[in-house]
């Protein structure tokens, strides 16, 4: 697949239903210190006061600050419990009891990041005394309490280890996949998922039980009838509005056989898309997994043609929107566009041996932030493959490189599992008849990663990224406290 370097970028767009996470961050040391060397009180103000300043600014810090008491610890606890933290991350100043932790940590149910940054990379040996060794060099004994103490506490965690002076990029870099692995436990706690008919018939690896999916991860399940759906567009008669949003998507399609903003089938489709755009509004809604199976006559038929591109132009702005009902992979599409900004629906399609690549894609609805080869297609088909009806299809060209796939699964008992497999996504052809593929290469091999990524009960949807997620799929996962499989990388 061949970059076109001509392709209009596809343009960003105001997400519909904004979650901003809440992280709750204190520092500690111990309180013994500071009567016999005083002038570490201003040094460890300071260096708390730099730390915050080099956190994210995507999510909301909830401050509770530099603690050197049990007390001044449960202060902090009764901050993070009031605000509901998505995270906490602990800034470890110098040495500390871990009763300075666990009274700010031991009601809340999410990880601790434990950051054991040393303020000088080096010491001066001859000139370094106990309170420059302590305020400026200390970063050894205290994380192994801390955690020794969570793990008894059964608090999950993580342990960052740098140093401030000359900045440290992999620390940076690991407190921005904390903080965008929070996004998704705040997106999922403060949306709900719209399910929008039933699965289709007899995919039994996507049924699921709303109960549990709020038990586990706190996704409240809105339940719609298509009968209801069909008027979403009644009411929508801003002409203006109409024409802008006609504009947009032919900014964001190349229509097969050319398209004006005047035509009547664009503009029944941004008369359904701005519906939808309302509704997602009205109902706070963040996932769709929707399917259906009528008999597309009439007013359904006008909707269920529309459905694909209306659905694409959600998810354009970050409202997952999977096909077939699965609610599974809705999340899982969401978790990818919040921590990758792409989030498209995918399953295995074909091998090709002689290549050693799996294909990869899926028709139906996906995100025009993927399609970075070229500008997403739209076209009329006259039969949706293996459902009712017919209408436009919409294919997406993802770029080359690095993609990462996330499966999301279940055992007998109800636990949620991730899946997730890195691989590339090479040049070459790929299929022309309206679907959204890939030509993926794995370091494994095409016939050792089918085998692998089978095995794990992965069901038949996942979800796709650009780029390397991995390790903030590893973070996300410790939030939720899902257990993950890695593929392969």
């Known amino acids: 697949m061949s970059a076109d370097t001509n392709a209009a970028p596809v343009q960003a767009c105001a997400p519909l239903v904004e979650t901003r996470a809440k992280v709750g961050v204190f520092s500690i040391a111990l309180g013994a210190y500071l009567p016999q060397f005083p002038q570490l009180v201003p040094s460890f103000e300071q260096q708390y006061a730099d730390f915050l300043a080099t956190l994210p600014t ?13 007390e001044a610890a449960q202060e902090a606890g009764d901050k993070f419990r009031a605000a509901d933290v998505d995270l906490v991350i602990l800034q470890m100043l110098t040495y500390a009891t871990s009763y300075n932790v666990l009274p700010a940590v031991r009601d809340l149910n999410v990880p601790v990041v434990v950051v054991n940054v040393q303020k000088k990379a080096q010491p001066d040996y001859a ?11 200390y970063a050894c004994g205290a994380p192994g309490e801390v955690v020794a103490d969570l793990n008894r506490a059964g608090k999950r965690h993580a342990v960052i280890t740098g140093v401030v002076e000359g900045g440290d990029p992999e620390v940076a870099r690991q407190l921005d996949e904390w903080c965008r692995a929070a996004q998704v436990r705040r997106r999922l706690r403060r949306t709900n998922i719209a399910q ?15 109960t549990n999916l709020y038990n586990r991860l706190g996704l409240y399940t809105k339940q719609f009838d298509w ?9 929508v008669d801003d002409q203006a509005a109409i024409d802008a949003k006609a504009a947009e998507i032919l900014d964001t399609f190349d229509v097969e056989g050319g398209a004006a903003v005047s035509d009547e089938p664009i503009q029944e489709m941004a008369r359904y898309v701005l519906a939808f755009e309302q509704w997602v509004r009205d109902e706070e809604i ?6 259906y199976d009528g008999y597309a006559q009439g007013q359904a038929g006008v909707l269920d043609s529309m459905l694909i591109p209306a659905f694409s132009m959600l998810i354009k702005q970050g409202t997952a929107c999977a096909v077939e009902g699965d609610m599974k992979v809705a999340v899982a599409m969401s978790i990818l566009k919040t921590i990758a900004g792409t989030g498209q629906l995918s399953e295995m399609y074909s091998i090709d ?3 050693d690549i799996v294909i990869i894609g899926h028709s139906g609805s996906g995100d025009a932030a993927i399609s970075t080869a070229k500008k997403p297609t739209l076209k009329v088909v006259p039969v949706f493959h293996g459902k009712t009806g017919g209408g436009y299809l919409t294919q997406f060209y993802p770029g080359l490189g690095t993609v990462t796939f996330l499966g999301i699964t279940q055992d007998g008992d109800g636990h949620f599992k991730f899946v997730v497999a890195e691989g590339e996504n090479v040049d070459g052809p790929i299929f022309t008849f309206g679907d959204t593929n890939m030509r993926m290469k794995f370091s494994i091999g095409a016939r050792e990663f089918m085998n692998r990524w089978n095995e794990t009960g992965p069901t038949h949807h996942m979800a796709a990224a650009l780029g390397s997620h991995t390790d903030t799929i590893l973070k996300v996962a410790k939030i939720l406290d899902v257990p993950v499989e890695v593929v392969c990388r």
């Open 58 to 70: 995507t999510v909301d810090i909830i401050d509770g600050g530099m603690v050197t008491t049990k």
């Open 127 to 137: 000139a370094t005394d106990i309170p420059t060794w302590l305020g400026d060099l």
């Open 196 to 210: 929008i008919g039933r699965p289709y018939p007899g995919m039994m690896d996507l049924y699921i039980d709303e």
């Open 227 to 235: 009968e209801k759906m069909w008027a979403i567009a009644d009411n």
């Open 286 to 291: 963040g996932l769709v997994a929707s399917h």
């Open 353 to 355: 041996f002689p290549e």
